[in-house]
């Protein structure tokens, strides 16, 4: 919940609104309103609800408003059944922000009493003022039987969101996507190409893995994809090592020699005396990178979308 602006805090001693995070609400003789405002210089949204709303009513007070625009500095109005949100903006003097948005304010309930229309629910068309219940950052006026039946549907998504997906197979399947992604690395490196460019797309392969086999994406999804190309890409270096020596030694391959020159490839890290050191750490650099880079974007997205806070309804007092 965010802090509430200058602007905002102006409004709410103006017509003497309690604030609530980011946002004011309260009455003006009979009509409810909201205003928010991010953070300082942001747009201010004032929002709220008329009973017995419809298109024709609507576009006469759009037309009203929209006359009036330059008074209101007014960027954008919409509306949503009875429900309105007038968008103005925020730049400029805190106090310029709060004035615009007072008279704007003024001058609807103004324009409702002379349409004869009084104030209403958010979500149906129940007549009056209810109570005030934060939605998300939204502060909104619901009557009670919305009230009960937003709660139970938001209740109900978490619920679905929690249960979908297993992180124990997600792992298994990033895990063999990461695999998957080795073996291309070994194939490219023995056709003579520089193979480490693999590490790019070996990000998306572990994370294709990690859908397709039901991994829940939750808070630990990020980490389970970077660990698991990490061990690709570490096991793809190992195994690219581990053929140079079949190569080398000219006896030709089978499982048991690639089992006992994958562990002796291990050396390649630290022993100068049989392996290229510095070759095999900078593969293994440039892998990692090509990786990092594959992976930033998916790794970020997938961080914003379990980092969401989930939407809950709240009665204010």
């Avoid at 190309?229 to 048991?256: H, K, N, R, W």
């Avoid at 750490?281 to 969401?308: C, D, H, P, Q």
Wanted: proline share 2%; aromatic share 12%; net charge neutral.
């Amino acid at each position: 919940m965010g802090r509430a602006s200058k602007a905002v805090l102006t409004l709410a001693g103006k017509f003497g609104w309690r604030v609530n995070g980011s946002a004011v609400a309260g009455m003006i003789d009979g009509y409810w309103f909201c205003a928010c405002q991010a953070k300082p210089g942001a747009a201010v949204i004032v929002s709220t609800a008329i009973s017995g709303l419809k298109t024709l009513e609507y576009r006469n007070l759009a037309q009203e408003i929209e006359a009036a625009t330059e008074n209101y500095s007014l960027l954008d109005m919409r509306n949503a059944g009875n429900s309105l949100e007038f968008t103005i903006r925020g730049t400029g003097k805190s106090d310029d922000a709060a004035i615009r948005a007072e008279k704007l304010i003024n001058d609807l309930v103004s324009k409702f009493k002379k349409m004869g229309m009084p104030s209403g629910c958010s979500f149906c068309d129940a007549e009056g003022f209810h109570a005030f219940y934060r939605v998300g950052e939204e502060i909104i006026n619901i009557c009670p039987e919305c009230a009960s039946r937003v709660s139970i549907e938001l209740k109900a998504m978490d619920g679905q969101g929690a249960e979908q997906g297993s992180y124990y197979m997600g792992i298994m399947g990033a895990l063999l996507g990461a695999l998957i992604g080795s073996l291309i690395w070994l194939g490219i490196s023995q056709l003579g190409f520089y193979a480490s460019i693999v590490g790019y797309f070996m990000a998306f392969l572990s994370y294709k893995g990690y859908k397709l086999l039901g991994g829940r994406i939750g808070s630990y999804t990020p980490a389970i994809i970077i660990a698991s190309v990490f061990l690709g890409v570490l096991i793809a270096q190992i195994a690219d090592t581990a053929l140079e020596l079949i190569q080398y030694v000219e006896t030709g391959f089978s499982m048991p020699l690639f089992g006992f020159s994958f562990i002796l490839a291990i050396r390649g890290f630290f022993d100068n005396e049989l392996f290229n050191v510095g070759k095999i750490w900078l593969n293994l650099g440039l892998g990692l990178l090509f990786a990092f880079l594959g992976s930033y974007r998916m790794v970020s997205g997938i961080r914003k979308e379990t980092s969401r806070k989930q939407l809950n309804i709240e009665k204010l007092p």
